[in-house]
């Protein structure tokens, strides 16, 4: 059974610069959710789509954002890259009521 | 804001050793979550405790959701090599939110021969 996979594992972008991450979920699984982990601030909740709908977001600014298509796989994209934005970028998919599976994650180095 | 306070940050221990990762908020949680996450990797998910009072064996791994909701423990006997990672509670929110999980701060666990 294929996992969450996450693409591409390491990217490196100009300050100014935009981006786009994409998270193929477990088949089956409808919910996928995106976080951000850095050693300062830890995991922090990004946003979860469900149905292409987005039902939960955090609290980052309108540069972070996401979408979900038909098929379930989920893209986000960061806008107008700040050198604080350097970090693990974590998808994690879910069937409804069950926990999480994980990604291997995406390590964006902003420059 | 809800919050996930973890003790300790760092622990270092010989193999055979127990050791308690206490995870403490403030805040009620509908459940509770344990991962492991190793480097370069994704968390992995341990359990998930629901109930308060709940308590939850996994092998040498022993899980336990306080009565309130509020806070979990994780104890682990007989450490190995392997046990050796990033430990990480998470708590997910009521209804409306529960598909939004709140990290703890993180336990980094070190197990040496």
């Known amino acids: 059974k294929a996992g969450v996979t996450q693409t591409p594992r390491y990217l490196i972008k100009t300050r100014g610069q935009q981006v786009t991450l994409s998270c193929s979920p477990i088949?089956?699984?409808?919910?996928v959710s995106w976080y951000q982990q850095t050693p300062g601030q830890g995991l922090q909740f990004l946003f979860e789509y469900f149905s292409e709908t987005q039902r939960n977001k955090g609290n980052f600014p309108g540069r972070f954002s996401g979408r979900q298509f038909s098929n379930s796989r989920s893209e986000m994209n960061v806008s107008t890259l700040e050198l604080g934005d350097s970090a693990l970028y974590l998808c994690?998919?879910?069937?409804?009521?069950?926990?999480?599976?994980f990604g291997s994650g995406t390590r964006l180095t902003v420059v | 804001t809800q919050l996930l306070e973890q003790s300790p940050q760092f622990l270092s221990i010989q193999e055979g050793e127990n050791l308690t990762v206490y995870c403490n908020s403030s805040s009620v949680f509908s459940s509770l979550q344990w991962y492991r996450q190793e480097p370069g990797e994704g968390p992995v998910l341990l359990v998930t405790?629901?109930?308060?009072?709940e308590v939850k064996k996994l092998k040498r791994l022993t899980f336990q959701f306080g009565d309130a909701r509020k806070d979990s423990s994780l104890h682990i006997t007989a450490a190995q090599p392997g046990d050796t990672g990033l430990y990480l509670c998470a708590g997910a929110g009521n209804t409306g939110t529960a598909s939004k999980l709140t990290f703890g701060t993180g336990t980094r666990l070190q197990v040496t021969l």
């Open positions: 088949s089956g699984h409808r919910s």
């Open positions: 994690a998919s879910r069937k409804e009521g069950y926990g999480y599976t």
């Open positions: 405790v629901v109930t308060g009072g």
